[in-house]
């Protein structure tokens, strides 16, 4: 039977694992912190709970007098305050902690169920390959008892942990990571987020709408840098407007504590302070300590694993997945690398990791949601698209729902009308982006959208209405 032993337990790791079972290996998963990695303990389930509850929070917020709904209490509706509710974050973490277990145990219980064995520890790679083509790993348990398993394949799946400035370390209590934020039992009165990828940004925008004073730290000139510019700055708009102070071309040089406040020091010297900071600079992947370079396996500048689209490393027989490899941080991906990587060494049908089909959504409010080409690849010269943008404003149930923000974007190859990509900025847009999604999977028209029916009213009539004047501007017909 072959064997495969997987170091990692993330999306990328736990997925290939059921592949693995299933098609009838012997699997192996090596993993120190329970399945699911920091995608489902510390990172993506549990911001994404947080933030359902930060959402519900600022629809009530932003729609409840416009929408006629009245608050039962004995204070006339004039004379409230702009916050009619209010969050007990001790609660709203222990349920964050509490989904993110169950997550894992459901994930522990569906590879042990699909015949694969989860073994406690951190593992790491002996060698090179074996005169037999096999490979040797040695897992180390907490008691410091090691084992060594022998494998015919290794697929890495270790994940990252998040970047620290040296002059500005989290101690857990004032100045924070994105794991830690989950310990804190009261609502932070002033909160400084230092950075403003996507991360930044998803924790800003939560505690903004909890109730937190929100500084946004930014050291380039947009909130979101990496985003389409138009999504990015209906963001950084409806940020300022709820009251964030955002803070461009902003650098932090360090953080600390003086008393209970913290101090943020910026590159031009300038001061912020706050009662907490949250520091979202990025993440270092998992490769130290692991025998990889030993065992012939190439490594990135930024510390990164190098594969190729079927997830090969340049070590015949070790694969990768996930944020280790630097792909995309993205949980989907990582599990689409780690089931490539055993349909191929499995010797099973594969399809290559094709990055213009993967849809990505920034948990914000409004959401933004992006698949295949975007505008810079229009603007640089990467691709001939043709684009279309329509506000939201102009959407029907949009208009019943309160929605002022956002708008559907579509990219189109000029005389075919084949999507190659497109953006939508709205709530829910996580979901709204799946036809666009499927048309560029497929290699769908903008005719053949502009001609599926949609439900009225609906925010996706606002996707057709698109396809439809795309498709005009294809055939000449500008009337």
Same mark, same amino acid.
């Given at each position: ?29 090596? #993993? ?9 303990? =510390?990172?993506c ?13 600022t629809?009530f917020?932003?729609?409840y ?8 209490? $004995? =204070? ?41 064995r989860?073994?406690?520890?951190r593992? *790491?790679l ?11 790993v ?6 410091g ?12 799946a =270790? ?8 002059d ?5 209590e ?6 830690? +934020?989950? $310990?804190?039992d009261?609502?932070?009165?002033? !909160? ?22 929100? =500084?946004? +730290?930014?050291?380039r000139? *947009?909130?979101?840098?990496?985003? #389409?510019?138009?999504?990015?700055? +209906? ?24 008393? /209970?406040?913290?101090e943020?020091?910026?590159s ?6 706050g ?10 992947p ?21 594969? /190729? ?10 694969y ?7 792909? %995309? ?15 191929? %060494?499995?010797? #099973? ?44 404003l ?10 002022? #923000?956002? %708008?559907?974007?579509?990219?189109? *190859? ?5 999507v ?7 709530p829910?847009?996580s979901e709204?982006i ?5 048309? +560029? ?11 599926? %029916?949609?439900?009225y009213?609906s925010l996706?009539?606002?996707i ?5 004047? !795309?498709?005009?501007?294809k ?5």
């Amino acid at each position: 039977m072959t064997r495969i032993v997987i170091i990692g337990g993330g999306p990328g790791g736990y997925e290939a694992a059921l592949v693995g079972a299933q098609l009838g290996a012997e699997v192996t998963v090596v #993993d120190c912190d329970g399945l699911g990695g920091a995608s489902v303990l =510390t990172d993506c389930v549990p911001s994404k709970t947080l933030i359902a509850t930060a959402e519900v929070m600022t629809t009530f917020d932003s729609s409840y007098e416009e929408l006629g709904i009245i608050v039962a209490d $004995d =204070t006339p509706p004039l004379a409230r305050s702009a916050r009619v509710v209010g969050v007990d974050l001790g609660k709203v973490n222990r349920r964050v902690k509490r989904l993110a277990l169950a997550q894992s145990h459901d994930i522990t219980a569906s590879v042990t169920r699909a015949g694969a064995r989860v073994l406690r520890g951190r593992g *790491r790679l002996q060698g090179r390959q074996g005169v037999d083509g096999s490979r040797q790993v040695v897992v180390t348990a907490a008691d410091g008892s090691e084992e060594t398993l022998t494998a015919d394949a290794v697929l890495i799946a =270790t994940g990252g942990h998040p970047r620290e400035i040296p002059d500005a370390l989290p101690d857990g209590e004032r100045i924070l990571n994105w794991t830690q +934020v989950y $310990d804190l039992d009261e609502l932070p009165e002033e !909160l400084i987020v230092v950075g403003s990828g996507v991360t930044g940004a998803e924790f800003a925008g939560a505690y903004q709408a909890l109730g937190s004073r929100v =500084t946004l +730290v930014s050291s380039r000139d *947009r909130v979101l840098p990496g985003e #389409d510019p138009d999504a990015a700055g +209906v963001l950084e708009d409806v940020f300022r407007r709820r009251g964030m102070n955002v803070m461009s071309r902003s650098r932090a040089e360090s953080a600390k504590r003086v008393g /209970d406040r913290v101090e943020v020091t910026l590159s031009d010297g300038r001061t912020i302070s706050g009662t907490h900071c949250l520091m979202a600079v990025g993440a270092i992947p998992n490769t130290a300590g692991m025998g990889l370079e030993e065992a012939g396996v190439l490594l990135k500048e930024s510390g990164h694993i190098k594969t /190729d689209r079927v997830s090969r490393t340049s070590a015949p027989g070790v694969y990768a997945a996930g944020d280790v490899t630097g792909v %995309f941080a993205l949980a989907s991906v990582a599990a689409m690398q780690g089931r490539i990587a055993m349909y191929h %060494f499995l010797g #099973d049908a594969v399809t290559p990791l094709n990055l213009k089909t993967v849809s990505a959504n920034v948990f914000t409010d409004p959401e933004i949601a992006t698949v295949g080409h975007s505008q810079a690849d229009i603007d640089a010269g990467r691709i001939d698209a043709r684009a279309v943008k329509l506000p939201l404003l102009r959407n029907p149930r949009a208009k019943m729902q309160g929605i002022r #923000d956002g %708008f559907v974007k579509i990219f189109a *190859r000029p005389g075919t009308g084949i999507v190659v990509g497109g953006v939508v900025v709205a709530p829910r847009a996580s979901e709204l982006i799946h036809p666009i999604s499927l048309a +560029v999977d497929n290699n769908l028209t903008v005719e053949q959208i502009a001609k599926a %029916f949609t439900v009225y009213p609906s925010l996706s009539g606002s996707i057709a209405e698109v396809a439809r004047q !795309l498709h005009t501007r294809k055939t000449g017909d500008e009337s």
